[in-house]
């Protein structure tokens, strides 16, 4: 049984920085996907950064790239690393970890119909 759980989140002041990490334990695939997806109250659930443990490629959302920084803990399988600089207003958001088999997310890695595992979310807030 895979278990994701994130933590790092709260609240902090425009411009200021956060270091979410996520866990998947039990989860046991070679190869695979993992990503942070955000949530805002009223909107979808959108792709904010994702990596690919098989070729080791990230990729970020246009809003988000040269301030989140997306990384694996090559140590340990299944840990997930989102650093967040300049953070603003407009990142205020519930975050996500998820996590699938490379097979499932490869030709899906953006979306959360590419995703098996989730974590319940860890709550980031910037004010203004």
């Known amino acids: 049984q895979v278990t994701v759980m994130e933590s790092g989140g709260g609240s902090v002041q425009a411009g200021g920085s956060l270091r979410l990490s996520c866990a998947a334990s039990?989860?046991?695939?070679?190869?695979?996907?993992m990503g942070w997806f955000r949530q805002a109250p009223g909107k979808e659930r959108e792709g904010v950064a994702v990596?690919?443990?098989?070729?080791?490629?990230?990729?970020y959302a246009g809003s988000v790239k040269g301030r989140f920084t997306i990384s694996l803990d090559n140590g340990k399988r299944g840990t997930l690393y989102l650093q967040m600089n300049s953070l603003k207003p407009e990142d205020t958001a519930m975050y996500y970890c998820?996590?699938?088999?490379?097979?499932?997310?490869?030709?899906?890695?953006?979306?959360?119909?590419?995703?098996?595992?989730w974590g319940q979310g860890t709550q980031v807030t910037v004010s203004s």
């Open positions: 998820a996590a699938g088999d490379y097979a499932d997310c490869n030709r899906d890695i953006w979306f959360p119909r590419g995703y098996h595992y």
């Open positions: 039990g989860f046991t695939s070679r190869s695979y996907c």
């Open positions: 990596t690919n443990y098989a070729s080791g490629g990230s990729d």
